[in-house]
């Protein structure tokens, strides 16, 4: 399995790994210096909506939260910034983007997130967490069923696994034979013994599922 998530609307390239942009699917991510100029554009925030998203999953100032598939950290930094006494690890399997993410964290003063290096089947937390978000990168993932069953062990009492990845209509991200329909993502959820707890319809290039066990 190759983690990757995607973000601009420009013409779709065939491309594996962990990152957030929009039209990447199955290449490296190696040059996190460049990768970020994509996945950090401020242009994104307009389809993306970062902030509504987080605000959606009404998070406690304390919460523990992985960022898996963080690439550059679009969503791992804001939720850093949001969470006043949390923690947020920013996790990816590519090196460069780990690196990157560590540099990131001392470069902006970032004491709440911890860059943590993946492997293709397993997280690798070092800790419990409140939160899961993968934000376009669950279509990366390859044995989704198992990915999840694994992930279970990372979760503490109540603890949800939020998914935002892109509709079968969106304009952008990955070719649409590569995208997952939301009620194969809530099969495959189910299948690991996990239950949909919220569906907030807030985006509208991709669709965003909140599971629960």
């Keep these: 399995m190759v983690l990757s998530l995607p973000v601009l609307s420009v013409p779709v390239m065939p491309v594996p790994a ?3 942009s929009a039209h990447t699917h199955q290449h490296s991510f190696e040059g996190a210096e460049k990768w970020a100029q994509v996945f950090d554009d401020p242009e994104r925030d307009a389809w993306q909506r970062p902030h509504e998203v987080i605000a959606a999953l009404g998070l406690a100032p304390d919460a523990v939260v992985a960022d898996i598939g963080a690439g550059t950290g679009y969503f791992s930094v ?33 004491a709440r997130m911890t860059a943590v290096a993946a492997a293709a089947d397993d997280p690798r937390l070092p800790e419990k967490v409140d939160l899961v978000l993968m934000v376009d990168v669950f279509h990366h993932i390859e044995d989704r069923p198992q990915y999840l069953k694994r992930l279970r062990s990372y979760l503490r009492p109540h603890a949800r696994v939020a998914v935002v990845d892109f509709n079968q209509a969106s304009r952008m991200g990955p070719p649409p034979a590569a995208r997952i329909a939301p009620e194969r993502v809530r099969s495959d959820f189910e299948q690991a013994g996990y239950k949909l707890l919220q569906r907030p319809d807030i985006l509208k290039e991709q669709y965003f599922m909140v599971f629960g066990l």
């Design 18 to 20: 962990l990152a957030q």
């Design 78 to 110: 804001r939720l850093a910034h949001f969470l006043p006494r949390g923690h947020v690890y920013a996790v990816d399997t590519e090196p460069d983007m780990v690196k990157y993410l560590q540099e990131r964290a001392q470069r902006e003063k970032l």
